[in-house]
Antibody, heavy 121, light 108 residues
Framework: QVQLVESGGGVVQPGRSLRLSCAAS????????MHWVRQAPGKGLEWVAVIWYDGGDQYYADSVKGRFTISRDTSKNTVYLQMDSLRAEDTAVYYC??????????????WGQGTLVTVAS | EIVLTQSPGTLSLSPGERATLSCRASQSVGGSTSLAWYQQKPGRAPRLLIS???RRATDIPDRFSGSGSGTEFTLTISRLEPEDFAVYYCQQYGGSSTFGPGTKVDIK
């Protein structure tokens, strides 16, 4: 069965960096786009970033553009989110989600359990 | 950017009752039907319920149904089961993604 397991969350000071990981299993990782979606405490869902099935394209929400970088390692079936210059407003649970297609569809058919990132001094 | 609004914000119902949730888009969604619904329970990840306005995802019971097109969409739960009390989000997709603010269905 499809499994997505995030890791790497924690407490970090404003301006610092953090890298999240999402280990995928149960499907052909190289055939699907992968996304990160976040949810601030008590708030709704916000799409963050996508990487296409082959890593050839990446797109970002305006709120993180220039600060976050999404990447993938097919040999490890893992997608990453490098988060730099973190701000208090980046505090959220970060979910890894699979695109139902190559990356362009933005329909999230499987989700990980999430990892909490807290940006605070 | 397509903005989604959901109503009501909270729906208080009893088990066995019918739930009707609405989602309105600021402009027509892609292909008129690229609208999905997700269910989220406290402390859990969202789960895809319905895509393409009315297509149930794998293992989603048939008491969940979706309808609509263009800018007006509805999620209906025909008879609420105890496990259905949760927050429901609509999402437009297809080249981009935005979510609605959610409707909480709680026990009356």
């Amino acid at each position: 069965q499809v499994q997505l397991v995030e890791s790497g969350g924690g407490v970090v000071q404003p301006g610092r960096s953090l890298r999240l990981s999402c280990a995928a299993s149960g499907f052909t990782f190289s055939s699907f786009g992968m996304h990160w979606v976040r949810q601030a405490p008590g708030k709704g869902l916000e799409w963050v970033a996508v990487i296409w099935y082959d890593g050839g394209d990446q797109y970002y929400a305006d709120s993180v553009k220039g600060r976050f970088t999404i990447s993938r390692d097919t040999s490890k079936n893992t997608v990453y989110l490098q988060m730099d210059s973190l701000r208090a407003e980046d505090t959220a649970v970060y979910y890894c989600a699979r695109d139902s297609s190559s990356g362009w569809f933005y329909l999230f058919d499987y989700w990980g359990q999430g990892t909490l990132v807290t940006v605070a001094s | 950017e397509i903005v989604l609004t959901q109503s009501p914000g909270t729906l208080s119902l009893s088990p066995g009752e019918r739930a009707t949730l609405s989602c309105r888009a600021s402009q027509s969604v892609g292909g008129s039907t690229s609208l999905a619904w997700y269910q989220q329970k406290p402390g859990r990840a969202p789960r895809l319920l319905i895509s393409d306005t009315s297509r149930r995802a794998t293992d989603i019971p048939d008491r969940f149904s979706g309808s609509g097109s263009g800018t007006e969409f509805t999620l209906t739960i025909s008879r609420l089961e105890p496990e259905d009390f949760a927050v429901y989000y609509c999402q437009q997709y297809g080249g981009s993604s935005t979510f609605g603010p959610g409707t909480k269905v709680d026990i009356k």
